[in-house]
């Protein structure tokens, strides 16, 4: 059954380095895997973008393994501001986006 | 800010009725995917379209339907709205790549059916 997981929440201090992985192994050959940030009533942020190997940005580090069923997104040191639901999003053969679950990460002080 | 603009930002309606929602794309953007936000889950892909065609669709039922415009805004029709169909809708917007697009999303509509 072609799913999109995530773990849903994920605690940590102020800091430190957080990794969230999603599970996608249904993706289309040809696509990108995008992660979003998204705070409570307000549309996702786009955070990073890969379609393999590694990305990296001024936020946030993307590793995406040679069969692309999975993607890490790493956020180097977390800060309070950080504390948001985290999302994969991945395009499924027949054209269907998908988007994970969500993972809740809480930053504390 | 992404330069989607979603309207209305919130609206109520009563089950049966229909509603359409609207939405703006970025400049430059070709491409306009809807999604449907339940309270405390995930986005729910309903469709998308590119140059004013459908180009993929969730697991919809036929009463969400769409257009877009040659401008490339986009509306989201909903008929005989049913007690479920209260959440967040967002838009996001595109432009298709060789490997595929970024979407940026606007800040939703937060529809609520009594």
């Known amino acids: 059954l072609a799913k999109t997981t995530q773990p849903i929440s994920m605690d940590s201090y102020e800091g430190q380095e957080v990794n969230i992985t999603c599970s996608h192994n249904n993706i289309a050959t040809n696509d990108y895997i995008t992660w979003y940030q998204q705070f409570p009533s307000q549309g ?3 955070i990073i973008q890969g379609y393999k ?3 990296t940005n001024e936020v946030a580090s993307l590793f995406i393994p040679a069969d692309r069923k ?3 997104l790493s956020l180097p040191r977390v800060s ?3 504390t948001a639901v985290y999302y994969c999003l991945v395009r499924e053969y027949g054209n269907k986006l998908v988007f994970g679950a969500g993972t809740i990460l809480r930053v504390k002080s | 800010e992404t330069g989607v603009t979603q309207s209305p930002t919130h609206l ?3 089950r049966g009725q229909q509603v359409t929602l609207r939405c703006s794309s970025q400049s430059g953007h070709n491409t306009v995917s809807w999604y449907q936000q339940a309270l405390g889950q995930g986005p729910q892909f309903i469709f998308q379209y590119y140059r004013e065609e459908e180009n993929g669709r969730g697991n919809f039922p036929p009463r969400f339907s769409g257009l ?4 490339y805004s986009s509306e989201l029709n909903v008929n005989a709205l049913e007690l479920d169909d209260s959440a967040l809708y967002l ?3 595109s432009s298709v790549g060789s490997f595929g697009e970024t979407q940026y999303f ?3 509509t937060r529809l609520l059916v009594l």
């Open chain 1, 53 to 55: 190997t590694k990305v």
């Open chain 2, 106 to 108: 606007g800040p939703g």
């Open chain 2, 91 to 93: 838009c996001a917007s």
């Open chain 2, 68 to 71: 877009q415009f040659p401008n």
């Open chain 1, 80 to 82: 309070l501001s950080d």
């Open chain 1, 70 to 72: 999975s993607s890490t």
């Open chain 2, 12 to 14: 109520i309606k009563t």
């Open chain 1, 44 to 46: 996702p942020r786009f």
